[in-house]
């Protein structure tokens, strides 16, 4: 079983404040997920990254894949409360199924 | 409007009774997951379905079953369930095509076994 590691667990920053939070595996991937997910609701994609080295931007959120596949941040810019929520790395390895980390839990303070 | 519904939203059941969600999709998508997210888990493959009547096990298929006869359902049941199945159960769809398409999720059910 493929394992993602995400870090950290727990973050909570003020409004303004840049941050950057971290998935790492052992295993390379063939293709790299993030999501975001708010309380009671399914995760939403956020970004698919494919190729390493490849850095994607969404607004204020960047995205990172590693060179050797192994690994991907995801840097938030001038962070505002409605960022909070759980960020989840996902990761394909060449197969139909999706393993995911365990989740950062972001809390953006007014 | 992302054209997927789970069924229950919620639900309360007692230790040894069968229970069945129902994950319904308008996409007409060929990949349909079911996961279940507990605290310190993140979300785990219970069953995946490839196609209709194809079906094949996650890491954590024990005590579920699964089936579709129909594109747009897939049934995930709980033969007895027990307290370690509570737990809140996510539908997610994917389209045809390679692992660098997203999935789309359901809301989610929340069950409790009691």
């Known amino acids: 079983t493929q394992l993602l590691e995400q870090s950290p667990q727990f973050l909570s920053i003020q409004e303004g404040e840049n941050l950057t939070v971290y998935c790492n595996s052992s295993?390379?991937?063939?293709?790299l997920q993030w999501y975001r997910q708010e309380p009671g609701e399914g995760p939403v994609l956020l970004v698919t990254?494919?190729?390493?080295?490849e850095v994607k931007k969404l607004k204020r959120l960047t995205f990172q894949f590693g060179d050797a596949r192994k690994d991907s941040s995801l840097h938030i810019t001038a962070a505002q409360p409605g960022d909070t929520g759980l960020y989840l790395c996902?990761?394909?390895?060449?197969?139909?199924?999706?393993?995911f980390g365990t989740g950062t839990r972001l809390t953006i303070i007014p | 409007d992302a054209g997927i519904t789970q069924s229950p939203r919620h639900k309360v059941t007692e230790t040894g009774t069968p229970v069945t969600l129902r994950c319904h999709q308008t996409?007409?998508?060929?990949?349909m997951y079911w996961y279940r997210q507990d605290p310190g888990h993140g979300l785990r493959l219970i069953h995946y379905?490839?196609?209709?009547?194809?079906?094949d096990k996650g890491e954590v298929s024990d005590g579920y079953s699964v089936s579709r006869s129909k594109t747009e359902d897939f049934l995930l049941t709980l033969e007895s369930a027990t307290s370690s199945q509570t737990s809140v159960y996510f539908c997610?769809?994917?389209?045809?095509?390679?692992?660098?398409?997203?999935?789309?999720f359901g809301s989610g059910t929340r069950l409790t076994v009691v």
């Open positions: 997610a769809i994917r389209p045809t095509g390679t692992s660098g398409y997203g999935y789309t």
């Open positions: 990254v494919v190729t390493g080295g």
């Open positions: 379905s490839y196609g209709v009547k194809d079906t």
């Open positions: 996409e007409n998508h060929r990949y």
């Open positions: 295993s390379v991937f063939s293709s």
């Open positions: 996902a990761g394909a390895f060449g197969n139909e199924k999706l393993t």
